[in-house]
T-cell receptor, first 114, second 112 residues
Framework: DGGITQSPKYLFRKEGQNVTLSCEQNLNHDAMYWYRQDPGQGLRLIYYSQIVNDFQKGDIAEGYSVSREKKESFPLTVTSAQKNPTAFYLC?????????????FGPGTRLTVL | GENVEQHPSTLSVQEGDSAVIKCTYSDSASNYFPWYKQELGKRPQLIIDIRSNVGEKKDQRIAVTLNKTAKHFSLHITETQPEDSAVYFCAASKAAGNKLTFGGGTRVLVKP
């Protein structure tokens, strides 16, 4: 379970505000991912990054932004343009080589828009 | 892009019985198929995975089978126990470090 941390665990936001979710890993993984999970549903990919200073949009990138300035960190900003941001957000990381494909997940941040 | 369908969405079994969850994928280039277990309010955790050069893999009470021709793979849990109650997700990916596409999940309830 260790190696990936997300903060905060719970986050409340007023409509019209931007918020940033933190994701840090000390696993020396190259690739990092952000997923959104809605109640009773699967995980949908928001953004991913396979290397520092580079990232790609996932399936539901609208209203979100990311940065990857350091290998260990991949923060996600939920902007006011995201129309329905209330959800459970999960960060994950994996190695890009060496034969291990496993994605390790952080504990998640539950975002609620008031 | 890849599309992964998962069935059933809910599964209720009696303790000791077997549970089977099935997934289909659309992209024939996918070659890595993991299964994750997520308990309520917790993070998903990998329970077993299979690569396309293998047809079946087993780990104690859990097994996964892959049919590349039909583009489907299945999770089998034998001798189910109450602690197996959780949501299970299948996923598909083309390569190491590449993005996963997840199925919609199966909520498994094991009744004592």
């Amino acid at each position: 379970d260790g190696g990936i941390t997300q903060s905060p665990k719970y986050l409340f936001r007023k409509e019209g505000q931007n918020v940033t979710l933190s994701c840090e890993q000390n696993l020396n993984h190259d690739a990092m991912y952000w997923y959104r999970q809605d109640p009773g549903q699967g995980l949908r990919l928001i953004y991913y990054s396979q290397i520092v200073n580079d990232f790609q949009k996932g399936d539901i990138a609208e209203g979100y932004s990311v940065s990857r300035e350091k290998k260990e960190s991949f923060p996600l900003t939920v902007t006011s343009a995201q129309k329905n941001p209330t959800a459970f957000y999960l960060c994950a990381s994996t190695r890009s080589s060496g034969g291990s494909y496993e994605q390790f997940f952080g504990p998640g941040t539950r975002l609620t828009v008031l | 892009g890849e599309n992964v369908e998962q069935h059933p969405s809910t599964l209720s079994v009696q303790e000791g019985d077997s549970a089977v969850i099935k997934c289909t994928y659309s992209d024939s280039a996918s070659n890595y198929f993991p299964w994750y277990k997520q308990e309520l309010g917790k993070r998903p955790q990998l329970i077993i995975d299979i690569r396309s050069n293998v047809g079946e893999k087993k780990d104690q009470r859990i097994a996964v089978t892959l049919n590349k021709t039909a583009k489907h793979f299945s999770l089998h849990i034998t001798e189910t126990q109450p602690e197996d109650s959780a949501v299970y997700f299948c996923a598909a990916s083309k390569a190491a470090g590449n993005k996963l596409t997840f199925g919609g999940g199966t909520r498994v309830l094991v009744k004592p």
